[in-house]
Structures are given as C-alpha cells and as structure tokens.
C-alpha cells in the first residue's frame, strides 16, 4: 500500500503520526511510505533518519496527500486539508468527530474512510489507542505540578520528596484510572506522600496491590476531598466517566479552605475538567490563579513532549496500520472486531453511533459497509 504521512499543521503540534521505526517497520512489509519534508523535525527526528528508514520524502503536503492510499496522521485534518483529500482515500488519526459538525460534515462530503483512533476499542472496553496519551500525560501532571510548587512560580515552595528531616509534599489524585496511575508512581517515585481516590474499589483494590508504601488509596466521595484538599499540596485531578463530562470534584467553595500555593493539575480539563475552576489553558500560557491556588488545565498536555508522544503513539497505532496496509481496510476491519470499531465514517455514510447522534445525522450500521 503506498502511505503518507503529512506534516502537522494544527497550531503548534510538533508530534509526528511515524516514527523513523514505524516507516521502517511498513517499508520492511512491502509497503511505499511517503513522509513530507521536514514533518519530524519538531519530533526530534530528520528528513536523513526517514530516508535511512526507506521511506521517500515528499516536499509538499499536497504531493503526500495525492500520492497516499492511507494518510496516517496524529490530529483531525483541519480546514486546509480537506480539500486534499480524495475519495476512497484512508484516513487513520484522531477525529474526535463529535465535537466538530463541521469535520464531520467535511468528511462526509469528501468520500473517504475515516478510521479514528479514539473509538478504536478492545473487548474490555479499553481504547489502546488513547492508552499512550493519557500515560504521557499522567506522568507529566506530576512533573508540572512539582514545578509549580516551586516558589518563583507562585507554589507554596515545597520539594515533592522532601529531604532527610523534611517530610515529603502530598500529592492527591483523584481518578485512579490510567492517567492515575502513571501520576502515582510519578509522584511516588521522587518521594511525595501520594493518596489515590477512586469511586471503584475494585481499582483501589488493585492500586493497593500494586503500588509502593507510600501511595495510600481512598475512596473518592465529597466528604473526603473536602477534608483531603486542606492539607495537600499537589491534588491531581484524573477523573473518566466515558461518554460524559467530567464530574466536579473539587468546587469553588473548597478553594479558601486550601494553603495559598497549593497547585491542583486538571489533567480531566479535555472533558470540561474535574474541578469547578478549570478552564482550558495552552502551554504558551499554562496557569491561572484563583484564591492563591494555582490551576494547570493544558488540554493537550502530551503536545509539549513531541519526542516522547509521538513514539508512544507509534507504538500504539502501527500494529493496525500494518492490518490496514497488508489487508486493505474492509479485510482488516472484518477481520479485527477492534479497528472495526474504529470506523466513524466511510463514502459519505456515518458508521458510528454516537456522530451520527450528535448531529441527528443518519446512522448505517458499519457491517453494511464492509
Ligand atoms: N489534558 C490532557 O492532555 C489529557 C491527555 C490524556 C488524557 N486526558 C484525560 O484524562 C482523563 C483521565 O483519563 P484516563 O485515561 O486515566 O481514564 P480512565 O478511564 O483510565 O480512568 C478514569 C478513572 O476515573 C475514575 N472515576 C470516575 N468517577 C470518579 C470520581 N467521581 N472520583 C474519582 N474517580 C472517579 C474511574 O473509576 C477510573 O478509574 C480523561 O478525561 C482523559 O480525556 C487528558
């Protein structure tokens, strides 16, 4: 199959949908890779690493778009791309379909295949495709939230691992599931004084298995963040009710009652955020300040680390891409239960559930366009 893979152009999106060892991996399988010049770069990786890869580098992005099969891409195609789109083209990248009528219109209209990695799904239900991004941005909510204890950020000057003599910062987390938990041993791992809250005991269960003596677990209710948040200084917010915005947790009322300094990380703010105070930020602008409590809620937090984002993603997403590519899209998503729930809209017709919903569009079920 000949792919191609384009340059992002969203605004300040330097993750790249292939890797060097992806392009490699499809080129050692008999497949045509096209990468568009430059397209790696915010990523850390040259047009030479590509080449060396086997794969060929297009200069323009309308060249990668006209040439490829599949266009494999990290974010949804924006205005300027979608007349570059042909018919019958395969598209593999995230859409996010039901929070733009306008997307979804778009691909629509254009007549290609629209495989979303967000709705890709296991039998357990798990997205092993959203998987990756959350573990990036579990782990950085301790990394952001350690720095802006730091007193020239406004924080409340404390070390997360304290030192000998000096006990550790608390850090609280709320929502134990993947970001949760990549946030615990974060913060456990440099020493803090970690509480995880779930609603899911089942979770806690596991969490207490699993994690080291200094990550409690606790069962996540009002009365319980009311007190826990007085005392914290780090409070992670992590919560996932699939399908549904984020719950309020911590309310605007709870603010004075914490220590001027303390700094809460909504990492929930992609689904209308867990505390009552979020509003999105960007990484040109990462924080705000409300009641002397510092607030991070960066909706894409993965995005500040390309390197490590788009390799995790790579990993995640080439398995299917090798399907796609070896078997054509109907054959591969017959076949793997997983990618076939991936299809959000094919040849004009929405094939999955919950876009056609949100816009009262018409719905046909996926196995008729197989
Ligand atoms: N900001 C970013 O850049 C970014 C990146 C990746 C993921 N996210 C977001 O992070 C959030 C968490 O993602 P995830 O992959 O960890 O989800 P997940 O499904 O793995 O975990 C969510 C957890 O929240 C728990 N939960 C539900 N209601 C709760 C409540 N009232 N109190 C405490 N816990 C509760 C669930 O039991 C589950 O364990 C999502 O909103 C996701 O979209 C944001």
Same mark, same amino acid.
């Given at each position: 199959m000949i792919i191609g893979v384009p340059k992002e152009i969203k605004n300040n999106e330097n993750r790249i949908a292939l890797t060097p060892a992806g392009a490699a991996e499809l080129v050692n399988h008999g497949h045509e890779v096209y990468i568009q010049a430059s397209g790696g770069e915010g990523?850390?990786?040259? #047009?030479?690493? $590509?080449?060396?890869?086997?794969?060929?580098?297009?200069?323009?992005?309308?060249? !990668?778009?006209?040439?490829?099969?599949?266009?494999?891409? !990290?974010?949804?195609?924006?205005?300027?791309? $979608? +007349?570059? =789109?042909? +018919?019958g083209q395969i598209l593999y990248t995230y859409f996010h379909f039901a929070s733009s009528e306008e997307l979804t219109n778009a691909m629509i209209e254009n007549g290609s295949v629209c495989l979303a990695y967000e709705t890709v799904e296991l039998s357990d239900r798990s997205l092993p495709l959203l998987v990756p991004m959350s573990e990036v941005a579990g782990r950085m909510s301790v990394q952001e939230g350690a720095k802006y204890l730091e007193k020239t950020y406004g924080g409340y000057g404390v070390l997360l691992g304290g030192v000998p003599g000096v006990p550790p910062a608390k850090v609280l987390?709320?929502?134990?599931?993947?970001?949760?938990?990549?946030?615990a041993k974060m913060a456990a791992g440099l020493g803090a004084d970690v509480t995880v809250m779930d609603v899911s005991l089942k979770r806690l269960r596991y969490l207490?298995? =699993?994690?080291?003596? #200094? !990550?409690?677990?606790?069962?996540? #209710?009002? $009365?319980?963040?009311?007190?826990? !948040?007085?005392? $914290?200084?780090?409070? =992670?917010?992590?919560?996932?009710?699939?399908?549904?915005?984020?719950? +309020?947790?911590?309310?605007?009322?709870?603010?004075?009652?914490?220590?001027?300094?303390?700094?809460?990380?909504?990492?929930?703010?992609?689904?209308?955020?867990?505390?009552?105070?979020?509003?999105?930020?960007?990484?040109?602008?990462?924080?705000?300040?409300?009641?002397d409590v510092i607030h991070y809620c960066v909706a894409n937090m993965p995005g500040a680390v390309p390197r490590t984002s788009t390799i995790a993603l790579t990993n995640a997403t080439l398995p299917y891409a090798l399907q796609i590519a070896a078997k054509g899209w109907k054959k591969a998503c017959t076949d793997s239960i997983p990618l076939r729930k991936g299809l959000n809209v094919v040849d004009g017709k929405v094939v999955y559930k919950g876009v056609a919903e949100a816009f009262d569009l018409p719905y046909v079920e996926v196995g008729k366009v197989l």
């Open positions: 990523s850390g990786f040259t #047009n030479e690493d $590509y080449i060396e890869a086997g794969a060929k580098m297009l200069p323009t992005i309308e060249e !990668v778009y006209q040439i490829a099969e599949m266009i494999i891409k !990290v974010k949804e195609p924006i205005e300027p791309e $979608y +007349k570059l =789109i042909k +018919k987390i709320i929502g134990g599931g993947i970001v949760g938990t990549e946030a207490d298995d =699993i994690m080291p003596a #200094n !990550v409690k677990t606790s069962m996540s #209710n009002d $009365y319980n963040i009311r007190d826990y !948040v007085q005392s $914290y200084d780090l409070i =992670i917010g992590a919560v996932l009710i699939p399908g549904a915005k984020a719950p +309020k947790l911590v309310t605007r009322d709870m603010l004075p009652t914490m220590r001027p300094g303390t700094v809460m990380v909504d990492v929930a703010v992609d689904q209308g955020g867990c505390f009552e105070t979020t509003k999105a930020t960007t990484h040109a602008d990462p924080t705000f300040t409300i009641d």
